[in-house]
């Protein structure tokens, strides 16, 4: 049952076109003087162009139209609650559902994956999720089925803070950092805690724009370096069509896995039909190497957010 606390949300939209730097704000990175608009700046903004773009309409929305939607926004929360065959995602200790997000803490830059958190500048904790820690007590061989069930999510859990995963070939981070390999988890990019959102923008190009995943329904876009020549063809440019810079075509936000469970398919261009096509993707394209318990595993545990 659905309910996303857009708290959570550190960018909005795929391309991150709504996300504004602002050098009055007091979401910096800590040590640089990057600074980034507060979401409630953000959505206001995507709330008056949207009214203007979608909605067609013939005038701005006034500040106290946008302020009332903007309240109204930062009010929505999104968790799943109950699990099909692991019943109450509260039950024996669950951190499951809508109440427990509520309090859960958040700030601009908590548990940051490259420079640490902004405000205790404590390292970056790959342990982002503990919502089913009690249930690990469990096992695959336990008689009770609904036991067996919060097993298999408590080891999903585990998988997505630990898991290695050598990350290659990604715009965004090898690029930008300088480094052919960083080994991470799905935590790396996921490290808002108990939220699976990243708490600072950081748009990403993992692949799924590129012309080997065109399908016929898709459209093919060539583009040209004017000073290099150098040619892509994409799907999407992303974030290249907002900022015009050659890094970010390819480039996306990474949306918050709360509740993903409720809106298939899955990935900016909708090429993955279920969750199991996202593990999918994802072992394939980082050559993960997981079992397939472990792959049944990782979707149990991304069903109950």
Request: with cysteine; net charge neutral.
């Amino acid at each position: 049952m659905p309910t996303t606390n857009l708290k959570f949300l550190s960018t909005v939209m795929w391309d991150a076109r709504e996300t504004t730097r602002d050098a009055n704000s007091t979401d910096c990175i800590y040590g640089t003087a990057v600074c980034f608009s507060p979401v409630s700046f953000d959505l206001s903004t995507q709330s008056n162009h949207a009214t203007l773009g979608h909605a067609e309409a013939l005038r701005e929305l006034t500040q106290e139209e946008r302020d009332a939607i903007v309240a109204f926004e930062l009010g929505l929360f999104t968790a799943q609650i109950y699990d099909k065959k692991a019943g109450e995602l509260t039950a024996e200790k669950g951190r499951g559902g809508p109440k427990k997000l509520v309090k859960q803490d958040y700030y601009f830059g908590i548990n940051d994956t490259l420079v640490g958190d902004y405000k205790t500048l404590v390292p970056f904790n790959p342990d982002v999720m503990s919502l089913y820690d009690s249930w690990s007590r469990y096992t695959s061989h336990h008689s009770d089925q609904t036991k067996r069930a919060r097993a298999a999510i408590a080891r999903g859990e585990d998988l997505f803070n630990r898991k290695p995963i050598q990350i290659t070939g990604v715009s965004g981070i090898n690029d930008d950092l300088g480094v052919a390999v960083l080994p991470g988890t799905c935590t790396t990019c996921h490290n808002t805690p108990n939220s699976g959102n990243h708490s600072t923008p950081m748009p990403l190009n993992i692949g799924i724009a590129d012309e080997s995943r065109r399908t016929p329904d898709m459209p093919l876009y060539t583009l040209q370096n004017k000073a290099t020549g150098e040619i892509v063809k994409s799907t999407d440019p992303g974030r290249a069509l907002i900022t015009g810079k050659w890094k970010d075509i390819g480039r996306f936000k990474g949306p918050i896995l709360r509740a993903v469970a409720s809106r298939p398919p899955y990935f900016h261009d909708g090429s993955a039909a279920n969750l199991a096509e996202v593990v999918e993707f994802y072992n394939n394209r980082f050559s993960m190497g997981l079992t397939t318990q472990e792959k049944a595993d990782l979707v149990a545990f991304l069903a109950t957010l």
